[in-house]
Every structure is written in C-alpha cells, then in structure tokens.
C-alpha cells in the first residue's frame, strides 16, 4: 500500500521522531510552575521578580529568604502587589528608553488676525473740559452752567460737597450723568406745572375714599402712623389721623432748604443756584453737620417758622434748640411738598434744583417709599428717623411720578419696635398707595 502511494514507512517513522523530539524541545524551553522540591529561585530570578514588582505587576516571591536553602519552605507561588519603591536613575533611564513615547498635544495654530487698515479710522474723543472757580461760585451754580449734577462734579474732581471752593481752583466737568431736565424746569420723569404764588386750597378727604387697604394695613401696625396724600390732577388732600403729631427728625431739613431757596429767591429773583454747597450733603445724604450749618445760616427755628406760615403751614413747630425734635402732621408736611411743586415763593431753576436733590439721596437711604417702587417710577423723597423713649420714629416725605400720574406723600410713624420695622411700614404703605394710584 505504501510502496503503491510512494511513501517508504522508515521516511515516516523519521519525520514522527523528529516532530515528538521538537515538542520535548519546546516544552522544556517554555514558563513551568514551581513545585514543591523544586529548588530556590536563582538570583537571575529573584531579579526579574524584583523588576516585576517595580513596573507595578504582580510577582511571585518566596516567603522566605531564598539564602536559606530550604527547599521546602517554598511555597507553590505567592502573588502579592508590593507600593512602587524609588527608581535607581539607570533603571529610570533605562525604563524612559523603552516606554512607548506619549502623545504630545501639538497646539492648533490660531488663524493669523487680518492686518488692520494702515490708517484706521477712529471715533473721535472729546477733550476733557475744566472750568476755573470764581469769587461766588458754587458747586451748584457750576453744575447748572454745564448741564451736570453736583454729585457727578463732586465724583469727577474727588471733592465732598460740603468743602468751600478755591478761587483759581480747576473743576474737571463731567461729559456723562447730566441731568436732562425737561422744558419744564424739573428733573426727568417729573412734569412739573407753571410756577405760581396764587394756587387755590386743596379738597380735604379721608383717605379711606383713595385707599381703605391703607387704612386696614395701617391699622394692624404697631405703634401709631399718620398719612397725607395730595393729588394735583384733582387738587385733593386725602389723609388720615391728620391731627396726631410727630417729632420730625431729618423730615424737617425740607423745610429748611425751602427756607433758604426762597431766600435766595428774594435776594435774586433770576438766581439759578442756591448759593451753599452745604444743602447737597444736608438732602442727599441727610449730613446732620450740614443742616445745623445750614439752620443757623437762614436764620434759625425763627426764620423757619415764619417761611412755613407764610406758606399756610400752621401746625409745625420748629424747635429753636434741636431742629430734629420740629413736631409737624402728616396733612402739614404734604402742604409743604404742595407748595414746592407749584414753586410758591420761588422760580423755576430754584424749584429744579430742590427736586434734582431730593431726586439723587445716596442708595444707603432709598429704603421704605422708593424700595417698594418700579423701576419705571420717578420719586423725589427725604426720610428722617430717631429712636425715642417709646420706640423709633420713622418718616417719609416726597412726590412720586409715573405714566403721566404724579402724588405727593406724607408718611410717618412712631413707635415702630425697630428701625427695620418702621422701614417696612414705609415700604408696603408705598406699595399699596402706587397700586391704588395707578389703578385709578
């Protein structure tokens, strides 16, 4: 059979004894598995099992010292993962010039930015403007001159307010912040009518017939609160407990500033400035200093009085000793505001420049009234507060003007438990009154 093939039986043989020979080879050449009585592991040994452990793999080692001779002692394989011990700088090398390299992040290259115009053109920037300060200047009267706000003089040249100006001193004028008064003569957002001295008494309501939800809100309050509400649309005073009196705090620098405007009014009917730079601290930032400097200037609780009386606003006492402790009503206080609306005993630009300052108090004091309004609204405000015997005293006074409806408001209160309870009074009072005005 094998003859009749072409194969011959001692080829065969042959070729079976060589691949079984290859195999024993092999299989003597590849990894064995230790067994118990093997002998110790050879240095060449324990150095691959050392090197093992430094790559962080695991290694077989034995568990006792392999100087021993102990043949027996070795276990099969023990397969533990030992911390990563320091590198010798040689095997750190050697290992860095074997390791896969890594992948460098090769940074995209930013699109080159087109080459600007060689003569570009630009807009044009307007020189800074200075002004010279002058033998009767005044950081009010500058700021009429050139359409600014003392505030935005006062901020542009690092100066308080309330320090004297230097003849031959450079004012820096502001191009920003003017106060873009209306044809009128008042501060945006406020229409003010025709100045006039002969405006008829006002209608006298209870103010439960504008806002009953006032009177309730009011009414559930501690301590005791008074409000006046007068409307120019219909020429009505609304108000409420109108006889109750309170000490008016810093309420009552309003009437020391329109005492001195109208001074100033009678001394030069055509004047444009108050002619103090005190009155801007005393009404923005309700600087004590600056009222006491200011009171004696006109005259005194005197010179108040009668100007207030003039005005038929008759039942305020001024305190000669401690202007803050002026006892007024809510009804008194909003005749006042009454009567600087239709700038009784003044002109235009002097009843402007009480509204612009009463329209620009620091944000620290535009709680209560202003806190409770929309941005879309215009108020013009002074509030005045005092801790008492029975609690604190918490007032404001002022006008408030939005989508062509104006009101001017009296709001006071006293022993209110806290300064932030009375603060909150004013607030929801606001509220409710602007809600009720504005639906009307």
């Known amino acids: 059979m094998y003859r009749r093939r072409g194969y011959r039986p001692t080829a065969v043989l042959?070729?079976?004894?060589?691949?079984?020979?290859?195999?024993?080879?092999?299989?003597?050449?590849?990894?064995?598995?230790?067994?118990?009585?093997?002998?110790?592991?050879?240095?060449?040994?324990?150095?691959?099992?050392?090197?093992?452990?430094?790559?962080?793999?695991?290694a077989a080692r034995p568990t006792t010292s392999p100087s021993s001779g102990d043949a027996t002692s070795v276990p099969l394989v023990t397969v533990t993962r030992e911390p990563r011990p320091a590198r010798a700088a040689s095997q750190t090398l050697e290992t860095q010039a074997t390791r896969a390299p890594r992948h460098e992040l090769t940074p995209t290259p930013k699109p080159r930015a087109k080459r600007p115009h060689p003569h570009p053109t630009r807009t044009?920037?307007?020189?800074?403007?200075?002004?010279?300060?002058?033998?009767?200047?005044?950081?009010?009267?500058?700021?009429?001159?050139?359409?600014?706000?003392?505030?935005?003089?006062?901020?542009?040249?690092g100066i308080s307010a309330s320090e004297p100006l230097r003849i031959g001193q450079k004012l820096r004028i502001p191009r920003t912040e003017s106060r873009n008064e209306e044809r009128g003569?008042?501060?945006?957002?406020?229409?003010?009518?025709?100045?006039?001295?002969?405006?008829?008494?006002?209608?006298?309501?209870?103010?439960?017939?504008?806002?009953?939800?006032?009177v309730s809100y009011l009414g559930f309050r501690r301590g005791e609160s008074a409000v006046a509400v007068y409307v120019p649309a219909t020429n009505t005073m609304y108000s409420w407990n109108s006889n109750v009196?309170?000490?008016?705090?810093?309420?009552?620098k309003v009437p020391i500033m329109v005492t001195l405007l109208s001074e100033r009014y009678e001394a030069d009917p055509g004047a444009t400035s108050p002619g103090?730079?005190?009155?801007?601290p005393m009404i923005t930032a309700s600087d004590n200093d600056a009222a006491t400097a200011l009171f004696e200037q006109v005259g005194g609780a005197s010179a108040v009085q009668a100007e207030l009386e003039r005005r038929g606003i008759t039942h305020t006492h001024v305190d000669p000793s401690h202007w803050g402790l002026t006892t007024t009503t809510a009804p008194d206080m909003a005749l006042l505001m009454r009567s600087l609306y239709y700038g009784q005993r003044l002109n235009p630009a002097l009843r402007a420049?009480?509204?612009?300052?009463?329209?620009?108090?620091?944000?620290?004091?535009?709680?209560?009234?202003?806190?409770?309004?929309?941005?879309?609204?215009?108020?013009?405000f002074k509030g005045g507060w005092l801790p008492v015997g029975d609690g604190w005293v918490v007032?404001?006074?002022?006008?408030?003007?939005?989508?062509g409806r104006t009101y001017i408001f009296a709001f006071y209160n006293k022993g209110q438990p806290s300064f932030a309870y009375g603060q909150e009074t004013l607030r929801r009072s606001g509220e409710i009154l602007y809600a009720r005005m504005m639906s009307r």
């Not at 103090?276 to 801007?280: A, D, E, I, K």
């Open 353 to 380: 420049a009480a509204f612009d300052l009463m329209s620009h108090v620091i944000s620290g004091q535009r709680w209560g009234v202003p806190a409770g309004l929309p941005r879309s609204a215009y108020v013009a």
């Open 14 to 58: 042959a070729v079976f004894v060589a691949v079984f020979a290859l195999v024993v080879v092999l299989g003597r050449c590849g990894p064995r598995v230790a067994q118990d009585g093997d002998p110790a592991p050879t240095a060449d040994v324990s150095r691959n099992a050392a090197r093992a452990v430094a790559g962080g793999h695991a």
């Open 245 to 252: 009196r309170f000490y008016t705090a810093s309420t009552v």
């Open 395 to 403: 007032h404001q006074v002022g006008v408030v003007s939005d989508g």
């Open 124 to 157: 044009p920037t307007p020189a800074p403007r200075y002004y010279t300060v002058v033998q009767g200047d005044t950081l009010w009267g500058i700021s009429q001159r050139f359409g600014t706000t003392v505030q935005a003089l006062t901020r542009a040249n």
């Open 276 to 280: 103090s730079g005190l009155l801007s």
């Open 185 to 214: 003569g008042g501060p945006t957002g406020l229409r003010l009518p025709p100045v006039s001295n002969s405006v008829p008494g006002p209608v006298v309501r209870p103010l439960r017939a504008l806002a009953p939800d006032l």
